[in-house]
């Protein structure tokens, strides 16, 4: 029991609550024996949802959480609120080490400001990023930062790199990545003040595979592993990628269907089309975890189904095997009376 990689899960965030985070818990707990899953929420609405399933019961157990952050409501307010939600609920079983991880599809705001007050960072890491894998034509590359920090410093784009560079070695399995800064073209002195002042500092840090500047363009062709920006920046290309591949997938399969001859070709191409657009699927690739905290914080996808609730659980004990957040600690982590990173 010892092995258990235990999950706080909060069931009553997000679009589809708590009907699809019920389920994908169910579904986690099926697929492993190694996992046990704490859903917050409200008791008697969590044990309805769960009588229509059979699952291992000792791998599921219910935290009682009356209340719930709503999708609108100011996050750093709501967590100091509403200390019985769900969202705070979870958190401080993280932060009181009665679970390994979090994963909500609710508020985003409060899951990043809960993560860094209730949680708490890795000593020596100035801003936590919120980075999530993206699908590219090589396989897929971490999105560092997406939404968490609009306002960075070149020291903390020095830190997202180092942080993303340990996940992709870690938990994707890519040796050596290759890390690249999110610029306007290949030249060193092309970029804002920002990204000028931070490329130096990327070309000087010995613990990462610099590879220079990457334009958005090449972002989905897979030339670097570590897509390394703010997260304003971060949040356009996330948005822009879900939606013109929304758009490409829904006009491709409008295509097909306008004639015969169309939909006898589509019945031919289909098994290979459908291998090809799962590689697309966000779903998969499960939620966006909050790096450099002290536990593990995952955020997925507010219209999250079933499934990338499932995928956001189980990528939790990878995350415990590979101990990233020690990699962090050893990497960026410094004693308490240790100068701060400048910049």
Do not use: W
Not at 9 to 29: F, R, S, T
Request: charged share 25%; glycine share 10%; net charge neutral.
């Amino acid at each position: 029991m010892s092995q258990l990689t235990r999950v706080a899960l909060e069931a009553m965030g997000g679009d589809n609550p708590p009907g699809e985070m019920v389920k994908g818990a169910v579904e986690a707990v099926k697929k492993r024996k190694d996992i046990k899953v704490l859903l917050t929420g409200r008791e008697e609405v969590l044990k309805q949802e769960l009588s229509a399933y059979t699952y291992p019961q000792e791998q599921i157990e219910i935290v009682h959480a009356e209340e719930v952050i709503e999708t609108a409501e100011p996050p750093v307010a709501a967590i100091r609120t509403k200390k019985d939600s769900s969202l705070v609920t979870a958190l401080k079983l993280v932060k009181r080490g009665e679970a390994d991880a979090f994963v909500s599809a609710g508020n985003s705001g409060a899951v990043l400001a809960g993560g860094q007050i209730l949680v708490g960072k890795i000593k020596g890491v100035e801003r936590a990023p919120l980075a999530p894998l993206i699908p590219t034509a090589k396989g897929v590359a971490l999105l560092i930062d997406c939404g968490a920090n609009v306002d960075a410093r070149p020291s903390h784009l020095v830190q997202f790199a180092q942080m993303g560079s340990i996940y992709m070695e870690h938990i994707v399995g890519k040796k050596n990545p290759r890390v690249g800064i999110v610029n306007i073209g290949a030249e060193e002195e092309k970029g804002n003040a920002l990204v000028k002042e931070t490329f130096p500092l990327l070309k000087a840090c010995k613990d990462i595979n610099f590879v220079g500047s990457v334009e958005a363009r090449e972002i989905p062709a897979g030339e670097v592993d570590v897509v390394v920006c703010e997260a304003f920046v971060g949040n356009v290309i996330l948005k822009l990628y879900e939606g013109v591949g929304g758009t490409l997938i829904h006009k491709i399969k409008a295509s097909m269907m306008t004639s015969l001859r169309s939909k006898i070709g589509a019945l031919l191409v289909k098994p290979a089309l459908k291998a090809t657009l799962k590689d697309f699927d966000a779903s998969q690739y499960g939620g966006a975890p909050l790096l450099g905290l002290k536990g593990l914080v995952v955020k997925t996808h507010g219209n999250s189904t079933s499934k990338e609730v499932c995928t956001s659980i189980t990528q939790c004990v990878s995350f415990k095997e590979q101990q990233i957040n020690e990699k962090i600690q050893e990497a960026i982590g410094r004693p308490e009376d240790a100068k701060p990173v400048s910049g």
